[in-house]
């Protein structure tokens, strides 16, 4: 079992920057590839970024790239995404998910966090 924990939501200005973090915890070395997936009120969950431990591959959502990256700490088992440039459509609670492979579809990932909130003010 695998075990996500996600932290450093909260509120944020249009414009501004945050930085959400993912430790992953249990038998890591069942998974190689973690991801941040984000749900809006009223919307579906969708798919934000992923990396495989080895940061040889990523791949990000069009409506992130450019301003969101995902770098991974593969010695802490930890992943982050950095947010910049946030405007009102980023807000979301955003989920922290870990799997075997790296994609974009939810179905893939085996082990999800609880999620942590991250509001945008205009």
């Known amino acids: 079992q695998v075990r996500l924990a996600e932290s450093g939501g909260g509120l944020v200005q249009a414009g501004g920057s945050l930085r959400l973090s993912c430790a992953a915890s249990?038998?890591?070395?069942?998974?190689?590839?973690m991801a941040w997936f984000r749900q809006a009120p009223g919307k579906e969950r969708q798919f934000v970024a992923t990396?495989?431990?080895?940061?040889?591959?990523?791949y990000y959502a069009d409506s992130v790239k450019g301003r969101f990256t995902i770098p991974p700490d593969n010695v802490k088992k930890m992943v982050y995404l950095q947010m910049n440039s946030l405007n009102s459509e980023d807000t979301a609670v955003y989920y922290c998910?870990?799997?075997?492979?790296?994609?974009?579809?939810?179905?893939?990932?085996?082990?999800w966090g609880q999620g942590t909130q991250v509001t945008v003010s205009s």
């Open positions: 998910a870990a799997g075997p492979i790296v994609t974009d579809w939810q179905s893939k990932y085996d082990f």
């Open positions: 249990g038998r890591t070395s069942s998974i190689h590839a």
């Open positions: 990396i495989d431990w080895n940061d040889t591959n990523r």
